[in-house]
């Protein structure tokens, strides 16, 4: 038996915990919009067509802003299409995913399903094919309350109040040769700079997300970031990583991916703050994480790739990929590095939402079910405090073929001062068995009572489907033994677990 331990203190801040951390996205992709939020026809829909059996999912799982609408989309989108009367609205070819767009679902009806949902929209605009010019047109439009040409359409066109759309994203990861549009660091910052305080000039606080780069293993990475900065750091608020993660059959190594997106975030801000330094200037950039999952990109690339000059289908079925046990154990460990980096990653986008990439899976006409890696974004969003707490983690540790040794354990917490309670978030990376996690709450105010449930199965590659949607779910976790200073608990073999430590007393 392995063992880990930490210690939980309200004193060792690692920052306060942003909302937008519990983001997610929802991209113009596959059966994401049509068919997906979106079923007219289906006997759960409302009026305008949504699926209320996926709105009520989408807000149990507990997401904050929703990145729109895309992606790689975005770069060959024309916002002006989504507009207006539907039946005038163009169908478009939309070369990044080889699909038609027919543009039934765009700006308004999006926003009308944010409101069912209760998420905050954060929007993209297209600086692949499109430019600054392009980008002002859309932010007058959805942000200026009246007196406009592009502000009276939006009113004529059934909206009188603005979005008011807060945060924005400068394109979509310029630096992939498969993007349209895809640049240079130097001339995607320079568009990128251009582009901000344009923006900025309508309003000088909307916060603006320069793309970093698509993946830590770009030949680019760093140099892009450092570049694209060079040239935007005064008009821009974040930059952006993306990261996405597959198990090739080195589980062990699969199951340390978090090693390498903690790497990554703080290599990205290692260049921010050098940028910083150099530019002698007060401002810090943060980091938006606004595409992170597990993907087996493989499986697309090398069999669902849609191709041919005559084939154009709508709303294909794209990215579907079905989460095992073990797939929702690393993505609990993604959330749990995203947390230990709060103090720096103030945004970020579970990439995607709904059948594309997603913790949510529809059929048409049929049921909506909860993936396994619905339930620790599910439990971390509506669980975590405010503020995110380094746990003073010491743990027995493995090796693996990718990263070295690495620790049995990785964990964090967050801790709510106005309620008294505080969260553990806890993964068991150790394949052969449990781990022992020694909890000391020593110094947590009063007497606390645990609640503890955990993700774990004998079959790391159990997972739900149409057919049996339940196969996987949470389970109640019971610690072996407590003393006033002291909770141990048995995390299981791939395991990730949330403990809720309570004033006793409270309910
Ligand atoms: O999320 C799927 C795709 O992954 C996005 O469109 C793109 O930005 C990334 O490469």
């Given at each position: 038996?392995?063992?880990?331990?930490?210690?939980?203190?309200?004193?060792?801040?690692?920052?306060?915990?942003?909302?937008?951390?519990?983001?997610?996205?929802?991209?113009?992709?596959?059966?994401?919009?049509?068919?997906?939020?979106?079923?007219?026809?289906?006997?759960?829909?409302?009026?305008?067509?949504?699926?209320?059996?996926?709105?009520?999912?989408?807000?149990?799982?507990?997401?904050?802003?929703?990145?729109?609408?895309?992606?790689?989309?975005?770069?060959?989108?024309?916002?002006?299409?989504?507009?207006?009367?539907?039946?005038?609205?163009?169908?478009?070819?939309?070369?990044?995913?080889?699909?038609?767009?027919?543009?039934?679902?765009?700006?308004?009806?999006?926003?009308?399903?944010?409101?069912?949902?209760?998420?905050?929209?954060?929007?993209?605009?297209?600086?692949?094919?499109?430019?600054?010019?392009?980008?002002?047109?859309?932010?007058?439009?959805?942000?200026?309350?009246?007196?406009?040409?592009?502000?009276?359409?939006?009113?004529?066109?059934?909206?009188?109040?603005?979005?008011?759309?807060?945060?924005?994203?400068?394109?979509?990861?310029?630096?992939?040769?498969?993007?349209?549009?895809?640049?240079?660091?130097?001339?995607?910052?320079?568009?990128?700079?251009?582009?901000?305080?344009?923006?900025?000039?309508?309003?000088?606080?909307?916060?603006l997300v320069a793309c970093g780069s698509s993946s830590s293993a770009m030949p680019t990475f760093l140099e892009w970031e450092r570049t694209v900065l060079r040239e935007s750091?005064?008009?821009?608020?974040?930059?952006?990583?993306?990261?996405?993660?597959?198990?090739?059959?080195?589980?062990?190594?699969?199951?340390?991916?978090?090693?390498?997106?903690?790497?990554?975030?703080?290599?990205?801000?290692?260049?921010?703050?050098?940028?910083?330094?150099?530019?002698?200037?007060?401002?810090?950039?943060?980091?938006?994480f606004d595409e992170w999952n597990i993907w087996y990109n493989t499986r697309f690339e090398n069999v669902d790739k849609i191709a041919g000059v005559d084939n154009w289908p709508?709303?294909?079925?794209?990215?579907?990929?079905?989460?095992?046990?073990?797939?929702?154990?690393?993505?609990?460990?993604?959330?749990?590095?995203?947390?230990?980096?709060?103090?720096?990653?103030?945004?970020?986008?579970?990439?995607?939402?709904?059948?594309?990439?997603?913790?949510?899976?529809?059929?048409?006409?049929?049921?909506?079910?909860?993936?396994?890696?619905?339930?620790?974004?599910?439990?971390?969003?509506?669980?975590?405090?405010?503020?995110?707490?380094?746990?003073?983690?010491?743990?027995?540790?493995?090796?693996?073929?990718?990263?070295?040794?690495?620790?049995?354990?990785?964990?964090?917490?967050?801790?709510?001062?106005?309620?008294?309670?505080?969260?553990?978030?806890?993964?068991?990376?150790?394949?052969?068995?449990?781990?022992?996690?020694?909890?000391?709450?020593?110094?947590?105010?009063?007497?606390?009572?645990?609640?503890?449930?955990?993700?774990?199965?004998?079959?790391?590659?159990?997972?739900?489907?149409?057919?049996?949607?339940?196969?996987?779910?949470?389970?109640?976790?019971?610690?072996?033994?407590?003393?006033?200073?002291?909770?141990?608990?048995?995390?299981?073999?791939?395991?990730?677990?949330?403990?809720?430590?309570?004033?006793?007393?409270?309910?």
């Amino acid at each position: 038996m392995s063992s880990a331990r930490i210690v939980l203190s309200p004193d060792a801040v690692i920052g306060a915990v942003n909302p937008r951390i519990f983001g997610s996205f929802i991209e113009h992709l596959g059966r994401a919009v049509y068919g997906g939020i979106y079923e007219p026809g289906h006997p759960l829909a409302d009026d305008r067509g949504f699926r209320r059996d996926v709105v009520a999912l989408v807000k149990e799982l507990g997401v904050s802003a929703i990145r729109y609408p895309g992606g790689n989309f975005v770069s060959g989108f024309r916002w002006e299409d989504s507009v207006g009367p539907r039946e005038h609205r163009p169908r478009r070819l939309d070369l990044a995913w080889h699909s038609v767009e027919t543009n039934e679902i765009g700006l308004h009806e999006f926003q009308d399903w944010l409101d069912l949902v209760g998420s905050e929209l954060m929007l993209a605009v297209n600086l692949g094919t499109r430019g600054t010019a392009e980008a002002l047109d859309l932010l007058e439009y959805a942000n200026l309350d009246r007196g406009s040409t592009r502000s009276d359409q939006r009113a004529a066109n059934g909206r009188p109040d603005p979005f008011d759309v807060r945060i924005w994203c400068l394109g979509n990861e310029m630096d992939g040769p498969w993007q349209l549009g895809h640049r240079s660091a130097e001339d995607y910052g320079k568009l990128a700079a251009q582009t901000a305080r344009a923006m900025k000039a309508f309003d000088p606080d909307l916060e603006l997300v320069a793309c970093g780069s698509s993946s830590s293993a770009m030949p680019t990475f760093l140099e892009w970031e450092r570049t694209v900065l060079r040239e935007s750091y005064d008009a821009v608020d974040y930059i952006s990583c993306h990261a996405y993660y597959e198990n090739d059959g080195d589980l062990g190594s699969f199951l340390a991916s978090g090693v390498d997106m903690d790497g990554f975030i703080r290599n990205v801000a290692a260049v921010a703050d050098a940028v910083q330094a150099e530019r002698g200037s007060d401002k810090r950039i943060d980091i938006s994480f606004d595409e992170w999952n597990i993907w087996y990109n493989t499986r697309f690339e090398n069999v669902d790739k849609i191709a041919g000059v005559d084939n154009w289908p709508v709303a294909p079925r794209l990215l579907e990929d079905v989460y095992s046990v073990a797939d929702a154990v690393v993505f609990g460990s993604l959330l749990i590095t995203l947390l230990s980096h709060a103090d720096r990653v103030t945004s970020a986008s579970l990439a995607q939402l709904v059948n594309v990439i997603a913790p949510i899976m529809t059929e048409p006409g049929g049921p909506a079910w909860r993936q396994t890696t619905f339930f620790p974004f599910a439990e971390t969003s509506r669980h975590a405090g405010p503020v995110a707490l380094d746990v003073s983690l010491t743990s027995d540790t493995y090796e693996t073929e990718r990263f070295g040794t690495v620790d049995v354990v990785t964990a964090v917490a967050t801790y709510d001062q106005t309620s008294g309670s505080t969260a553990v978030f806890a993964v068991n990376r150790r394949i052969d068995g449990p781990t022992t996690l020694e909890i000391d709450v020593s110094a947590l105010p009063g007497p606390v009572r645990a609640d503890a449930v955990s993700l774990f199965d004998d079959d790391l590659d159990a997972a739900n489907t149409a057919e049996d949607p339940e196969r996987v779910r949470l389970r109640p976790t019971v610690p072996v033994s407590r003393t006033d200073d002291l909770i141990r608990i048995d995390l299981p073999a791939v395991s990730w677990t949330r403990v809720l430590l309570l004033p006793a007393g409270r309910g």
